[in-house]
């Protein structure tokens, strides 16, 4: 079944950077594009960026620009997002899920299936 | 960006009976190339992952009970649980993927059981 997987847990000190890895099993992990959410706790969704998993091309949140990358690894199927200079701020779920076309130049679209999310945590 | 506000913040509807959440965004959603909306709801339990039930407004996705329903065009959006289930209690999202980036979610809506 079509299925995304992520990394597990991860507790960081303020300043550092962290670095979430999302494995996709069960469809073409090329054929689309690859959305990143995060969830602070007891908050909504906050879309964070997207990769293209065909041609590595990315669109940031003007929010997280500077400061996220977002990567992908096409002989395993695996995206990453890795998120620099951490603050007490950064502490949520974050999760990956598969979005639109990567044939598309846009790439809008809505979002299925999703990880199972990765706890970050940021604490001295 | 386009801003997507959710109505109400909660509500508590009893079992069976039906539970309307409304949508609002801050410019239309409607593609004039193709006549569709950029809209999708998605359902989220706690401690779980949001879960897709409605994409291009009112298309269910695959395995989503047909007492969920999407209805509206252009700014203004509902979504319809037509006889409320004890496993429908969650959080509500609305999502418009129409001007991206940055895709745009609403605030969510808590559903409970009265």
């Known amino acids: 079944q079509v299925q995304l997987v992520q990394s597990g847990a991860e507790v960081k000190k303020p300043g550092a950077s962290v670095k979430v890895s999302c494995r996709a099993s069960?469809?073409?992990?090329?054929?689309?594009?690859m959305e990143w959410v995060r969830q602070a706790p007891g908050q909504g969704l906050e879309w964070m960026g997207r990769?293209?998993?065909?041609?590595?091309?990315?669109q940031y949140a003007q929010k997280f620009q500077g400061r996220v990358t977002m990567t992908r690894d096409t002989y395993i199927n695996t995206a990453y997002m890795e998120v620099n200079s951490l603050t007490s701020d950064d502490t949520a779920v974050y999760y990956c899920a598969s979005g639109g076309d990567s044939r598309s130049p846009v790439g809008g679209s809505w979002y299925a299936p999703w990880g199972q999310g990765t706890p970050v945590t940021v604490s001295s | 960006d386009i801003v997507m506000t959710q109505s109400p913040d909660s509500l508590a509807v009893s079992l069976g009976e039906r539970a309307t959440i409304t949508c609002k965004s801050s410019q239309s959603v409607l593609s004039s190339s193709n006549n569709k909306n950029y809209l999708a709801w998605y359902q989220q339990k706690p401690g779980q992952p949001p879960k897709l039930l409605i994409y291009w407004a009112s298309t269910r996705g695959s395995g989503v009970p047909d007492r969920f329903s999407g209805s509206g065009s252009g700014t203004d959006f509902t979504l319809t649980i037509s006889s409320l289930q004890a496993e429908d209690v969650a959080v509500y999202y609305c999502?418009?993927?129409?001007?991206?980036?940055?895709?745009?979610f609403g605030q969510g809506t808590k559903l409970e059981i009265k």
């Open positions: 990769i293209n998993a065909k041609s590595g091309g990315t």
């Open positions: 999502q418009q993927y129409y001007s991206t980036p940055p895709d745009t």
């Open positions: 069960g469809y073409t992990f090329s054929d689309y594009y």
